[in-house]
């Protein structure tokens, strides 16, 4: 390969990491409360995640798991968010499967009672009436 070649070469990488790592900053600022908080970068310098603060990740995070996970900045923020959903369904699942069941059981008890007192009988002992 000779020198111009892999000046050339050169030269096309670096502008791919430029135009990635311009997306990448276009895409942060796009997010809400993320102005101000993307740090400098060299030109032809990816970009460089160890010098986000704590809470330009989170930003990102919140707004962009997929970017996160390619900056290798991922906390398992939506892993919690989905497992704190799932226990919420599950605990309305449980709650209406007993709001059922105490249907169930109200409608039984009255139907006893009603039976009861057509015949005479006490409707809460089902002893007869005297």
């Given at each position: 390969m000779s020198l111009e070649e892999r000046l050339f070469k050169s030269f096309d990488d670096q502008q791919k990491?430029?135009?990635e790592a311009r997306e990448i900053e276009t895409l942060i600022k796009?997010?809400?409360g993320s102005s101000g908080l993307?740090?400098?970068?060299?030109?032809?310098q990816p970009v460089d995640p160890s010098?986000?603060?704590?809470?330009?990740?989170s930003i990102i995070e919140r707004n962009h798991k997929e970017l996160a996970a390619h900056l290798k900045i991922s906390t398992g923020y939506w892993e919690r968010q989905a497992k704190e959903q799932?226990?919420?369904?599950?605990?309305?699942?449980?709650?209406?499967?007993?709001?059922?069941a105490l249907k169930q059981k109200n409608f039984e008890d009255r139907s006893r009672r009603e039976w009861r007192m057509?015949?005479?009988?006490?409707?809460?002992?089902?002893?007869p009436l005297i």
């Open positions: 990491v430029e135009h796009s997010f809400e993307l740090p400098k970068r060299q030109y032809g010098q986000f603060g704590l809470t330009l990740k799932e226990q919420y369904d599950q605990m309305v699942q449980t709650m209406q499967e007993k709001t059922e057509t015949r005479g009988l006490d409707p809460t002992t089902g002893n």
